[in-house]
């Protein structure tokens, strides 16, 4: 239905910003709200940031007042700016999509397959 392809990770050291990118394709038109999500070895996966179809946002703690998501809507395209990074935002980064499914409301997730930010001296 949707795929979700990120992109913009890499290494960059304490204190740096980095921009992921997550574009959209496929079935689009019902995406209710997409999000960003990160995965440290070992650990669980943790939400970041979410952004409605009506332009809400909402932040998690660890990223809140550092981290930004935004859109592109001409391009399917949703972002994370990521300033002020810290070594324990190193983690695989995924994104991913809701869209309803039926009439009675159901919802389906879709998901990247990540892209990894290492932040490091």
């Known amino acids: 239905q949707v795929q979700l392809v990120e992109s913009g990770g890499g290494l960059v050291q304490p204190g740096g910003p980095l921009r992921l990118s997550c574009v959209a394709s496929?079935?689009?038109?019902?995406?209710?709200?997409m999000g960003w999500y990160g995965r440290a070895p070992g650990n669980q996966r943790e939400w970041v940031a979410t952004l409605t179809n009506g332009g809400r946002t909402n932040y998690g703690d660890s990223g809140k007042g550092r981290f930004t998501i935004s859109r592109d809507n001409a391009k399917n395209t949703v972002y994370l700016q990521m300033n002020s990074l810290k070594p324990e935002d190193t983690a695989v980064y995924y994104c991913?999509?809701?869209?309803?499914?039926?009439?009675?409301?159901?919802?389906?997730?879709?998901w990247g397959q990540g892209t990894q930010v290492t932040v490091s001296s």
């Open positions: 496929g079935k689009t038109s019902n995406i209710n709200s």
């Open positions: 991913n999509a809701d869209s309803i499914v039926n009439i009675e409301g159901s919802t389906v997730t879709a």
